[in-house]
C-alpha cells in the first residue's frame, strides 16, 4: 500500500493551526509540531496582562481542537534545527521528523532594536508568561507604592511607561489607565490609585500609524481623556533599573518609573535564521522570510513559509501585515497549493483578502477601519467584541470571555488581577 505523503506544521499558531484543519481533508499525513500544547489568542493577552480575563480564557489545547481530524497528530517538541538535504526536523529531545512537505509557522518574537538587554526591564507580550509577568509587575507596582513612605519613590512606583504607540501598546496603556482609575479606586487606604501616571511613548508622528490619521487622532485623544500622556515623536534611547531615558527633537529626558512595558516592534522567530542558514533563503530586516506568490520558498519548494514568520509582499502593495487574519487565511491557502502540488500542477498565488483593522481604547471605546467605512466609539468597541469571540477558537472560551466581559463592563472589576509567581522584583535604585 502506498504511503500518503507527510506533511509537517511547525507552530501551532493562527496559521499552524488553520493549516492543519485545512489540509486534513487532503490525502496526506500531517504532523503539528509546537513547543506548547495549546493554542493561544494573541489578541487577547493584554487583558491578562491587565487582569480582566485568566490564561484559560484565551487558549486551548491543541489535541482537543484536533482530535475529530483523524490524519492529524500532535506532537509536543521543540524544533531546534533543520535539515533540508534529508528533508527532516530536529528536535531538543534528539530525535528527528521526516516529511515531504514542511510549513513554518512559528511567529514572531520582541524586538529591542539592537538592545537586546531592555528585555530584563521592559517585557514584551507574546506568550503567557509575559502576561503573567506582567500582570505581576504591575500590581506589585501599587502595592509596594502601598507601603512606601518616601512620596518621590512612590510616584516612580506609581508610573507606567508603555513603548510603542502600535496596537498593543493603545490597548496596554488604556487598560492600565482602566486598572488605575476603575478598578483599584476604592482598594488602598495609603495611596489613589487615580494618580497614577501611565505614559505611551511613540517614536513616530503619530500613534496606530498604520491607520487613518483621523482614527488615530481619535485614539489620542481618547487615551488623553483616560489620563494617559501620549508623546509622540519620542524615542527611546536607554532603559536601565527604575529609568527610561527618551529624546524628543534635539532634547532627552529621564523618566523615573517602576513599570516599563515593550510593545513597539516584533522580530521573526529563530527559525527564518536556520532556513536561510541552510537554503539560502532571503530574509528581510525583521527575519521574516521571503516567499513565493504560492508560499513556498523558491530556494526549497517543499518548504512553506506562513504567518508573521513570512514577509510577502503583492504586486504593487506592501508586505503583509503581521496580524492573525493574514495568518489565518495563509493557512486555508496551503491546502489549495498542496492540492494543485498533489495532482502535479502549480497552486495559484496567495491573495489577502483584507476585512480591516479594529484596535480598542478601554470600555466603550475602539476605533475600526473597515476599508469601506471608518467609525470610532461604543459601536467600534461592540464590532470589536464580537470579532475577537468570532475568532476565539473554542465554544467554551467564548461563553467564558462573553460573561468576564459583561461582568467586566457592569462593574468595572478585573477579577483575575493575582499576583502570582517568585517575589523577585529589584527594588528601585
Same mark, same amino acid.
Given at each position: ?295 513556498? +520558498?523558491?530556494?526549497?519548494?517543499? #518548504?512553506?513559509?506562513? *504567518?508573521? $514568520? !513570512?514577509? /510577502? &509582499? ?5 508586505? %503583509? ?45 475602539? +476605533?475600526?477601519?473597515?476599508?469601506? #467605512?471608518?467609525?470610532? *466609539?461604543? $459601536? !467600534?468597541? /461592540? &464590532? ?5 469571540? %468570532? ?39
Amino acid at each position: 500500500m502506498e504511503q500518503l505523503p507527510h506533511l509537517v506544521i511547525v507552530g501551532g499558531g493562527f496559521g499552524g493551526l488553520n493549516a492543519a484543519r485545512s489540509l486534513s481533508r487532503l490525502p496526506v499525513r500531517i504532523t503539528l509540531l509546537d513547543r506548547r500544547n495549546f493554542h493561544l489568542f494573541q489578541p487577547l493577552l493584554y487583558q491578562v496582562a491587565t487582569g480582566a480575563l485568566s490564561p484559560a480564557n484565551i487558549a486551548a489545547p491543541l489535541r482537543s481542537l484536533l482530535r475529530k481530524h483523524r490524519n492529524v497528530t500532535v506532537l509536543l517538541g521543540e524544533v531546534i534545527d533543520l535539515d533540508p538535504a534529508g528533508r527532516r526536523v530536529l528536535l531538543r529531545d534528539g530525535s528527528a521528523v521526516s516529511y515531504d512537505y514542511l510549513v513554518l509557522a512559528t511567529g514572531a518574537r520582541h524586538h529591542y532594536f539592537g538592545h537586546p538587554q531592555w528585555e530584563a526591564q521592559a517585557p514584551g507580550l507574546k506568550t503567557i508568561e509575559d502576561a503573567t509577568l506582567i500582570r505581576r509587575r504591575v500590581l506589585l507596582a501599587f502595592e509596594q507604592a502601598e507601603k512606601e513612605s518616601d512620596p518621590v519613590r512612590a510616584r516612580a512606583l506609581l508610573t507606567f511607561v508603555v513603548v510603542g504607540g502600535g496596537p498593543t501598546g493603545v490597548e496596554l496603556a488604556g487598560a492600565l489607565a482602566e486598572v488605575a482609575h476603575k478598578t483599584l479606586r476604592h482598594d488602598f487606604r495609603n495611596i489613589d490609585p487615580r494618580s497614577a501616571r501611565i505614559l505611551l511613548l511613540e517614536a513616530g508622528a503619530r500613534i496606530l500609524a498604520t491607520y487613518p490619521e483621523r482614527l488615530s487622532q481619535k485614539a489620542a485623544d481618547g487615551l488623553t481623556e483616560m489620563g494617559v500622556e501620549v508623546r509622540t515623536n519620542t524615542a527611546v534611547i536607554d532603559i536601565q533599573p527604575g529609568v527610561v531615558t527618551v529624546r524628543t527633537g534635539e532634547s532627552s529626558e529621564t523618566l523615573p518609573c517602576h513599570t516599563i512595558l515593550w510593545g513597539a516592534g516584533v522580530q521573526a522567530s529563530a527559525l527564518g535564521q536556520m532556513l536561510a542558514r541552510h537554503t539560502g533563503a532571503a530574509l528581510d530586516r525583521a527575519g521574516r522570510v521571503i516567499v513565493g506568490p504560492d508560499l513556498s +520558498v523558491p530556494q526549497q519548494r517543499e #518548504i512553506f513559509v506562513i *504567518g508573521d $514568520l !513570512a514577509h /510577502l &509582499a503583492e504586486e504593487g502593495k506592501p508586505p %503583509l501585515p503581521g496580524v492573525a487574519p493574514v495568518a489565518m487565511q495563509q493557512g486555508a491557502h496551503l491546502a489549495r497549493v498542496i492540492q494543485a502540488r498533489l495532482e502535479g500542477h502549480e497552486g495559484p498565488p496567495f491573495r489577502y483578502r483584507d476585512r480591516g483593522s479594529m484596535a480598542t481604547i478601554s470600555v466603550a471605546r475602539a +476605533v475600526a477601519d473597515l476599508g469601506w #467605512i471608518r467609525f470610532s *466609539g461604543y $459601536l !467600534a468597541w /461592540l &464590532a470589536w467584541l464580537f470579532l475577537h469571540l %468570532l475568532y476565539l477558537v473554542e465554544f467554551q472560551n467564548r461563553l467564558l470571555v462573553l460573561f468576564q466581559w459583561a461582568w467586566n463592563y457592569l462593574t468595572r472589576n478585573r477579577a483575575a488581577r493575582l499576583i502570582t509567581g517568585v517575589n523577585d522584583e529589584a527594588p528601585l535604585p
